[in-house]
């Protein structure tokens, strides 16, 4: 089997906001179905499905209730197996999330954990309070906080005991020291893989194994994190998913790892450890905050550029992406969505699909999205934006603060709907859509961008094909040539083939003068004299093999 993985484009689908066929205000299968010659004439090669199963979605489909089900909003088994089948006739490959950290508090098996004597009661991780003190109040089992900003732990009347949850209370922890959840996680795979799927990407894969219930040592956030973070109980786990699962079938792993170094990261997805096939890491996406996401800094290439250097050179792999369900729309974050929107757009496409690895670009990226207008909380659907504003509000953040941090980092920027046409809610939906469309598909959308060929989308679809076309760019090695303030130089080479990439993040003009052919330019330029417009892209082909 080859590593097909690693030659072709992917594609995230936030479902719910991608294409409603049925009128009821929420993407379905069908529309994704309908969508699919446009993302082949894109050149896509693999499409990432963000959850589709069963799920009273507290966290959009993060919070499963049965694995082998989809959700009526989504449509149904025969839609999912015809979107395989249809996909795979397209040579487009279809991967799922696989979110098995936690499942839905109303999974069969959670319902049946409440009960004490129950076999599935060790599916979870359930303890009992900690004496409390004078007072004898319950206290909680540790001190761990979760992700989405609140405690840990929830108390279940009917079995007198805490449930642990990484994430909200309807997104019970799985038990993983139980090796019968891991046999139940493992026939999942199975029965998707067997329907013809070609992998998972993992949701946070990375803490599924908890080393200890200890307390942990206090921090702002994520206290506790030191008992599950990349724990050895993780590693063997993946060592078994790879070896008695995954090799059995033409398939990858991507893994969502949080909280990784080079280091870690390596451990994880070095092809010698037969565990993950790629990670997503986040350092690149944190070099704009301070402590948490929420927290904003100043945007500064360098340290952007520099990151994304560092793990060109520490992993021989990389999933590289600037954008997905969780994250602001880049345009917005890392370009100029206003006087360089679609400069900037472009450079940035230039960046992520010419660096070493498999890029990932996110649905609405491809024509430049940008964030959402919010004005109001009531806007927000998002649980992790109204938790934080909850934990904010009760620390006395003040309310500018507050509202700028959900306006700004919110992960429902990235959620509201795929902009087809200027047309009644951007072509999404004839009804009412689920989260506000963006007012500004009536200039940012695919069907007039299509119809540009000096449109983002139509730089995109050139930038894809000369990827797909060419063997240095997918699969050469990676070289940062030069990183200063607002401009990132770096080659990429096999053999005595070389391209130079050069990208320039500053809104006026600069100069980086270079022999060599031009290959493409985000300004359609026909030859390249070394001086760069504001945001300016340029591959260039060298002969210079030095
Ligand atoms: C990471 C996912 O990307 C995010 O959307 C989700 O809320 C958490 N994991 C919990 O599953």
């Given at each position: ?116 004597a129950s076999p599935y009661r060790d599916y979870y991780i359930w303890r009992p309070g900690k004496k409390g003190g004078l007072s004898g109040k319950r206290k909680l089992p540790n001190n761990w906080t979760s992700f989405f900003a609140e405690d840990c732990w929830e108390y279940d009347e009917q079995s007198g005991e805490y449930y642990l949850h990484l ?380």
């Amino acid at each position: 089997m080859t590593n097909w993985w690693r030659d072709k484009v992917a594609y995230q689908i936030y479902p719910r906001s991608f294409q409603d066929t049925n009128s009821d205000g929420i993407g379905d299968l069908r529309g994704i179905i309908k969508r699919l010659p446009y993302l082949k004439e894109l050149g896509i090669g693999i499409l990432w499905l963000s959850p589709v199963y069963q799920s009273p979605n507290d966290d959009n489909g993060y919070d499963i209730s049965d694995y082998r089900d989809i959700h009526p909003d989504f449509g149904t088994m025969n839609d999912m197996d015809e979107l395989i089948e249809l996909a795979r006739h397209l040579d487009i490959r279809i991967i799922m999330d696989m979110v098995i950290n936690h499942t839905s508090d109303e999974h069969e098996w959670f319902k049946e954990s409440r009960n004490p004597a129950s076999p599935y009661r060790d599916y979870y991780i359930w303890r009992p309070g900690k004496k409390g003190g004078l007072s004898g109040k319950r206290k909680l089992p540790n001190n761990w906080t979760s992700f989405f900003a609140e405690d840990c732990w929830e108390y279940d009347e009917q079995s007198g005991e805490y449930y642990l949850h990484l994430f909200s209370k309807k997104q019970p922890d799985l038990n993983y020291r139980n090796p019968a959840v891991i046999e139940e996680v493992k026939s999942i795979m199975r029965f998707w893989l067997d329907k013809g799927i070609s992998g998972f990407r993992f949701d946070v894969i990375n803490v599924i194994y908890k080393n200890s219930l200890e307390n942990g040592r206090k921090r702002f956030i994520l206290t506790g994190r030191e008992h599950y973070v990349s724990c050895e109980g993780t590693h063997e786990i993946l060592r078994d998913f790879r070896r008695t699962v995954l090799s059995e079938y033409d398939c990858f792993s991507v893994g969502e790892s949080v909280m990784v170094t080079p280091k870690t990261a390596a451990d994880l997805a070095d092809p010698t450890r037969h565990e993950l096939d790629m990670l997503f890491s986040f350092e690149h996406m944190e070099t704009d905050t301070v402590i948490v996401k929420w927290f904003r800094r100043r945007f500064a290439p360098k340290r952007f550029c520099e990151t994304i250097a560092k793990w060109q050179n520490a992993l021989e792999w990389n999933a590289n992406y600037l954008e997905n369900h969780d994250q602001p729309r880049s345009v917005s974050r890392f370009g100029d969505d206003l006087r360089f929107h679609e400069e900037s757009a472009k450079m940035l496409a230039t960046l992520l699909l010419c660096l070493r690895g498999t890029p990932f670009i996110y649905q609405g990226q491809e024509i430049g999205m940008t964030n959402f207008d919010f004005t109001s909380m009531e806007q927000i659907e998002d649980i992790e934006s109204h938790n934080v504003y909850r934990l904010a509000s009760r620390l006395h953040f003040p309310e500018r603060f507050r509202w700028n941090m959900i306006r700004l980092v919110g992960r429902d920027n990235a959620r509201t709907p795929m902009q087809w046409s200027a047309g009644h809610c951007g072509g999404f939906t004839s009804g009412k859509p689920w989260i506000g469309v963006n007012e500004n598909h009536i200039k940012i959308n695919v069907e007039s961008q299509t119809a540009n060929p000096d449109s983002i989308l139509s730089y995109y679809k050139k930038l894809i094909s000369l990827r797909n076309g060419s063997e240095v760019l997918r699969s050469g090695e990676f070289k940062a040539i030069r990183i200063s303030k607002d401009l990132f130089v770096y080659d990429r080479y096999l053999d005595n083939e070389k391209i130079t990439v050069i990208v320039s993040f500053s809104k006026t003009f600069s100069r980086y003068p270079i022999k060599g052919e031009l290959l493409l330019s985000t300004y359609n330029r026909k030859d390249f004299d070394g001086s760069l417009m504001p945001y300016e892209a340029v591959l260039i082909r060298r002969e210079d093999l030095t």
